[in-house]
């Protein structure tokens, strides 16, 4: 996967099929302490503490469809290549919370890449997850929240495209506001 959204999206599938109801996704971008961290968290069904172990080896899956399962191990292939870490913590039936360290300042630190987008994917196609996003930079933070953006639209569900488009334009121009690194902003995939 060449951006971490991508990753993003790979990992949060894993919470959608175990259930959960609750996503929530946060980086924590610092250049003054060379720190940016990922943290996705849900309340679905968990992992099994038999697979807990090895849930970060690519053959180890609980699909039934391919053998092989990358989201996980491609998070930690890329956070330790920057000095960092994955850690996972999970319980059945308590949810899972996925946290990724990286050195901010490392030359292999992957973009983040179109993470508004992802979150248009993720809210369009399943309404009946509520999906929070926060992303804190030494200049501020910005959150959003898709049952906040549900509850003032008066709306069920977030899949009209006018709307998407809107909602991702202003994603992209929050962040820009806090000075995140590395996120594809505009339509013509302009990097911030």
């Known amino acids: 996967m060449k951006t971490l959204a991508l990753?993003?999206?790979?990992?949060?599938?894993?919470?959608?099929?175990?259930?959960?109801?609750?996503?929530?996704?946060?980086?924590?971008?610092?250049?003054?302490?060379?720190?940016?961290?990922?943290?996705?968290s849900d309340n679905g069904t968990g992992i099994p503490a038999g697979l807990l172990d090895n849930v970060t080896d690519p053959f180890v899956t609980t699909r039934t469809r391919r053998r092989f399962g990358l989201g996980l191990s491609l998070l930690k292939f890329h956070a330790e290549m920057t000095g960092g870490k994955l850690e996972i913590r999970s319980g059945a039936g308590k949810g899972t919370r996925v946290t990724a360290g990286f050195s901010f300042s490392h030359i292999d630190r992957q973009p983040m890449g179109d993470i508004a987008g992802v979150l248009m994917i993720l809210a369009a196609s399943n309404p009946g997850i509520d999906f929070t996003y926060s992303h804190q930079?030494?200049?501020?933070?910005?959150?959003?929240?898709?049952?906040?953006?549900?509850?003032?639209?008066?709306?069920?569900?977030?899949?009209?495209?006018?709307?998407?488009?809107?909602?991702?334009?202003?994603?992209?121009?929050?962040?820009?506001?806090?000075?995140?690194?590395?996120?594809?902003a505009d339509a013509g995939g302009n990097i911030f």
């Open 7 to 40: 990753n993003i999206l790979d990992i949060v599938q894993n919470s959608i099929r175990a259930s959960a109801g609750l996503i929530g996704i946060s980086v924590m971008e610092s250049a003054e302490r060379d720190r940016y961290v990922i943290e996705i």
């Open 137 to 184: 930079t030494d200049s501020g933070e910005y959150i959003f929240s898709t049952r906040e953006v549900k509850e003032y639209l008066g709306e069920e569900n977030l899949n009209d495209r006018a709307l998407l488009a809107d909602l991702k334009e202003m994603i992209g121009e929050n962040l820009h506001n806090i000075g995140a690194s590395g996120i594809y």
